[in-house]
């Protein structure tokens, strides 16, 4: 069974079809609150890549080509917010410095750009976790302060009091590989048998989600492009257990609490 159809046999046919509407919603909800975010964002990598390359001597050309995996309507909206929040700093190379959470303690500059051959290619995944954890405040409405990018197994973990409640992570695309649904697979899978087979990292950060859980409540949010999943993680004969909260988006201006704090 592939992810997919393990996900929808776990979560059930009335979860995916709202994750579904929920990825049209952002979508729409980007296009309407950001008219032209992928053209904008384009132009700037481009320009970025210039002063990357010219900084980077390993690097022959600024020519970043096609991406890969392209860029989405609502990755591309939610980094441009967070530049025009400065919640978020990019130099003229393409390093993001946050301005509006908390960075690791070991340094705290993020590259959106790194060599491919002569040229350059884009790490797509950097910006669009800079993007969710910037949305934590712009649309949760959580103190930047309490935010800790970057922390253990997580993209981003909120504290309260010193003690975890959310802990966020973020993939470049719902499917494929590296993929959200991967992640989400495996977590599931681990809930009911510990034993399951699962990449090392997706079993890393299903135990350190249930170590967070043994301090007290803890949400889980998964992001990607045209996704935000939140889960209230549970504990119970030794497991961890996710219970979705809702993944309907009615295609509002913003992106929809998902009512995140425990």
Known sequence: MGDAESVRDALGDAWWEGMLRQSDGLTRAAEARCPGAVVRLDA?????????AAVRADVLSPDLGEFRRGLGPDEAAGFLAALDARVLHTDSAGFVVPQGFRRKASGGRYALFSRSGPGVALNLEYLIQLAAAAELISV???AGTD????KGEFDAVVETD???VIAMEAKARIHGPDSLLGLLASLLRLSLDEREPVKPNHRRKYTALKDM???GPVTLLL????ARWAFDA????GGLHLAPRHAAHSGEQNPAPL???P
């Open 44 to 52: 700037l990598l481009r320009a970025w890549a210039i002063g990357f």
């Open 140 to 142: 949760h409405h959580i």
């Open 147 to 150: 935010i800790c990018f970057e």
């Open 162 to 164: 010193g003690a975890p």
């Open 213 to 215: 859980r043994a301090q």
């Open 223 to 226: 992001v990607a492009e045209g």
């Open 234 to 237: 549970t504990t119970a004969d």
């Open 259 to 261: 009512g995140l704090m």
